[in-house]
């Protein structure tokens, strides 16, 4: 089973740490053979036990962008981005300079959105729940567009590209591996099996959700005549290094890969500090890998 790690904050760095406390965690995690490196796309932290919306928050383009030089193997990729945050272009442009620049390393993480107090926050329009998804999609067939080399022009519903050429072309071919995330049983289903190689579901909205989820994906695979087993299957785990009854990780790994994941990618409720990352690399890492 694959094992990834997400950095949804950053502690116990602080701004004058930040960059060699990000590129150690990142070498340790590499080094321990994590198979993918995740940091989220927001501006502003989410509350509760990530920290108030002041808390310190890192650029996740960017980020990535520093992950990329500071190691060789892991995948590295959003958990996932919004597609309300930046004109589609743009980002196609960004996950091919990624691609190249990793040495094919990118993942294409985009989701609709949700966050409405950073959208407001930082005077960004915050589209209603159907806009969302029609952007969600205009962006998946911008994507697609422009990962082909097709530089003709490209109209949707909410965006015109008169010459949309993309170089360098991504390294990885046809185009990096698009991972949507979200737990909608429609719509989001349907965009993962038209769109996408792999979907994240999150793993605190319990098993049965998380089971019925995905035969929902099952149905909308047999809807738009995908073969379900092609799309990879991730869940979002958090391990709780502060509360006192956290479950053990091997054994949700375990019941991932009994419910149909194929990949598990962890995220902290505390420090990721020497003692965390060799709990990590020393106990989690190898068993999870050999399920």
């Not at 060789?72 to 990624?98: D, F």
């Not at 785990?237 to 962890?266: C, K, L, N």
Request: charged share 25%; hydrophobic share 40%.
């Amino acid at each position: 089973m694959k094992i990834g790690l997400q950095l949804p904050h950053f502690r116990p760095s602080t701004p004058p740490t930040m960059r060699t406390w990000l590129r150690d965690t990142a070498q340790a995690a590499e080094a321990a053979g994590f198979d993918g490196l995740w940091v989220m796309d927001h501006f502003f932290q989410l509350n509760g036990w990530l920290g108030a919306p002041e808390t310190d928050m890192l650029e996740g383009y960017t980020t990535l962008g520093y992950l990329a030089g500071v190691t060789q193997k892991p995948t590295l990729g959003l958990m996932v981005g919004g597609a309300i945050y930046r004109h589609p272009a743009q980002v196609v442009k960004i996950i091919s300079t990624l691609d190249v620049l990793s040495g094919g390393r990118a993942i294409f993480g985009i989701g609709a959105a949700w966050n409405e107090e950073e959208c407001k926050g930082l005077g960004m329009r915050f589209p209603p729940l159907k806009e969302r998804f029609e952007l969600l999609e205009e962006q998946l067939i911008i994507a697609k567009h422009m990962f082909s080399g097709n530089a003709g022009p490209l109209k949707t519903k909410h965006w015109n590209l008169e010459y949309p050429h993309n170089n360098p072309q991504p390294v990885q071919k046809p185009h990096p591996p698009i991972l949507i995330g979200g737990m909608g049983k429609v719509k989001t289903m349907r965009l993962i099996a038209k769109y996408a190689n792999a979907c994240n579901f999150f793993g605190g909205r319990g098993e049965e959700q998380v089971r019925e989820r995905l035969e929902d994906l099952k149905r909308a695979c047999e809807k738009e005549g995908r073969d379900y087993a092609t799309i990879e299957k991730t869940l979002l785990q958090t391990i709780d290094r502060e509360g006192a009854h956290d479950p053990d990780p091997i054994v949700r790994a375990q019941e991932a890969r009994s419910w149909g994941f194929d990949y598990v990618i962890f995220n902290i409720r505390g420090l990721y500090d020497p003692a965390t990352m060799k709990y990590l690399t020393d106990d989690v890492v190898p068993a999870v890998k050999a399920l």
